[in-house]
């Protein structure tokens, strides 16, 4: 199949390299020429892993290939898939001003009938006015189709070739054959339904999993409180298959560039249509307190935070990404800033990333994770990297000024830590001294 993909960051490049995977032909379009650059070098602008290995294969087998041009990657195209970013405006409305302007740019490439599909994330409806936008501009005839993405960063290409379900929203038969017959090679599980439930669908899902987070993070707090141990708590409560394990590790809270962009546009979207998404107000409310209980900690153990300095391991809102968009990391730092305190920071992958989106006088940015530990009076873990679960307890409690460890991702287990000296405090699990 001839395949152009509209927008070439995490979820159109992933997407565009594992359809080329498949074996099919694809153009990989982005308006910016610096990455387009890069990704003609054989390089991967986003840190992903197993990513470049297999861009870097499929453009040397001749089925990959990268431009800025959208009528170049189209003239050929059966299908166009839109994956342009889809961010929140100061409201929490998804702004869909790259939605139109790639549709609009579509419409004047379009040459013949094409499938048009959009994998973004995007509001009920959205899909309607592409076609309204590209028929505007076009005359021939079009199909569109919802294509929804169920990728997560750090695990994308795995995600992507091994996904739970494909979900097709389709209002043609020739949309959902061509779409069923590309998936077809990765799963059985191809649901085929209507526009707006497949636009639907994914909202509903990042919500859910956004619910699941903030129910365990309640939980934990409430475990703090009664000397109850929320990792126990999950895994009893996981092992009961109408529930599930999965999205129920306690911690800060979510970051990412999708539930808190997420959650904030469907409770837009059930305003849009006056409905209040009470449930679903409460989970962001909720998931914004609990990256402050990393401050109510360091409040516990150091008192006055004025003049100390804090050590913080991972700025990546997740590990094995260098995405820092809306790491709850960013929101750390800042208020321990204010609170007069000095972080020294690390991250093994995401340093450049998120200095380019926040930097500070007070921040001293370190090279190694060890380095950031000493002389500090506290440490604080933020994102899970395995260089940080590996760590030595005994190495950091000897390079600490006071040893205070803050476990913002429950990492270590609490047999360990009781032989390290350290004073510990986890997330809903009890404080070991
Ligand atoms: P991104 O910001 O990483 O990439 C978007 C890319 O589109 C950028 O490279 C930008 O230059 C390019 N672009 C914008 N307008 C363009 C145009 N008119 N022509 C060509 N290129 C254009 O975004 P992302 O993280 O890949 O997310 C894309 C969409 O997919 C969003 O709606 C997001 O919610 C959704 N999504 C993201 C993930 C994820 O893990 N990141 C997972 C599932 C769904
Ligand atoms: C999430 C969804 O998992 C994907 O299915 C979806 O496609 C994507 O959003 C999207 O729409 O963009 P992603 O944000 O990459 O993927 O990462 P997740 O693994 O879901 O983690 C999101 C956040 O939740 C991270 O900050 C993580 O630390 C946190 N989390 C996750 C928890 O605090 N506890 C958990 O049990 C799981």
Redo the contacts with the bound molecule.
Sequence with gaps: MNIAVIGTGYVGLVSGVCYAELGNRVYCVDKDPAKVETLRAGGIPIYEPGLGDLSIRNAEAGRLSFTTDISEAIIEAELVIIAVGTPPLPGGEADMRYIEAAAREIGDAMNGYKVVCVKS?VPVGTNERVKAIIASRYTGAFDIASLP??????TAVQDTMNPDRIIIGADSVQASDLLTELHRPLTEQIIVTDIRSAEMI?YA??AF?AT??SF?NEIANICEKVGADVTEVAKGMGLDKRIGA????A?I???????PK?TKALIQIAGNVEYDFKLLKSVVEVNQMQRYSVIDKLYQSLGSLSGKQIAIWGLA??PETDDVREA?ALEIIERIIELGARPKVYDPIAMENFRSMYDHPAIEWCTTAMEAVQDSHALCLLTEWKEFTEASLQEIEAALAEPVLIDGRNVFDMAQVRDSGLAYYPVGRPVQY
Excluded: A, H, V, W
């Excluded at 993405?149 to 750090?154: D, M, Q």
């Excluded at 809270?253 to 539930?259: E, K, P, Q, R, V």
């Design positions: 994330t993405e169920f990728l997560r960063e750090g994914k899902s990042n999993l699941k987070i365990i999965s999205f129920l590790k911690g809270g979510y970051g990412g560039s999708c539930f997420d809102f997740k709850p």
